[in-house]
């Protein structure tokens, strides 16, 4: 596949050639854990033992590298790695560039999990975080220590308040200390952001949102940029072991040939959506990057093809009302995670945010999180207007 073809053509392509063996158009399920070897050493194409590698895992981590960095990819140099999950992506990622005593800057609205990371597990090892408003880039240089901070962690949009940060911007103020710079682009996806072509070292994924799409896999994805860091990455994915496994990488890369066609009609949808919540008696404030009234809503506009399906909002009447509006929802289904082809309704106080509750991170109580999905659109309008009474 060359670099220069489109995004939805690499999607179904990059890393999928048809199977050597049989001719199959699709990647099998190579489950399996050993291949036989034509002598001490002897291996063939590569393979050895299914932690250090996988054929259905490795076309799924040469998709990605195509989807984030196109050239990168085709000349070898951008690397994909596929693991069990995006905390498990996180957790290699930053026990490979960590080390006791250095210094991280998260955002202060970070994914629950990940700030749970830095917080329960990563400050057992002497690793300090400092929360910083992303979108304001003058706030992350004065929280970024040179010489001691390793890592600015990216999340763009995010979650669940949907700001928007620059991410060349910030890459400038990573380098300029000597740290990587980290996007988390999950809610995004490379359709819509692609961060190593604007400066990242790292894209981080948790591909049971939009890349796997369907509710049906959890797993996570790293893609780095420069040779020697992916392959110090890639050496750590087999050290540590939270690989992928065949079954759910083949749904990763399944979920991942309609990526556009979903981001599309999810954009669209959230579009649709939004324009009700704006104009609706009981909604106080609408989080939306798409909104020119959004923190970031201009970085958006030249960063991202189109502004995402991630919508929040926050009720009148406070936490009660918004508890209520998530309950009274027929099409959008209360639950957590986001990304599927379901549209998801969720109260981050109380279930995905509980975790950051007392912390700088907490979150407003009267607030809506939507997962829009790609239904008739009508239906989600209806749905929403219903459940705001
Ligand atoms: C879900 C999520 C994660 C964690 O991924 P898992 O696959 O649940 O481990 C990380 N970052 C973001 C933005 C997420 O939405």
Known sequence: MTHDAGFETLAIHAGQEPDPTTGAVVPPIYQVSTYAQDGVGGLRNGYEYSRSGNPTRTALQECLAALEDPAGAAAGTTRGMAFASGLAAEDTLLRTVLEPGAHVVIP?????GTFRLFAKVLERWGVEHTPARLTDVDAVAAAVQPGRTRVVWVETPTNPLL??????ALADVAHAAGALLVVDNTFASPYLQQPLLLGADVVVHSTTKYLGGHSDVVGGALVAADPELAERLA???????????PFDAWLTLRGVKTLAVRMDR???????VVDVLRDHPKVVEVFYPGLEGNDGHHVAVKQMRDFGGMVSFRVA?????????????????LGESLGGVESLIEHPGRMTHASVAGSPLEVPADLVRLSVGIETVEDLVADVVQALG
């Open 108 to 112: 202060d609205d970070a994914y629950g």
């Open 163 to 168: 700001r928007v940060a620059d991410i060349a």
């Open 235 to 245: 050496y750590h994915q087999n050290a540590m072991g939270a690989v992928a496994g």
């Open 266 to 272: 999810h954009c669209a949808n959230a579009r649709a």
């Open 317 to 333: 009447g406070g936490e009660p009302a918004a508890l209520e509006v998530c309950n009274r929802t027929k099409v959008f289904t």
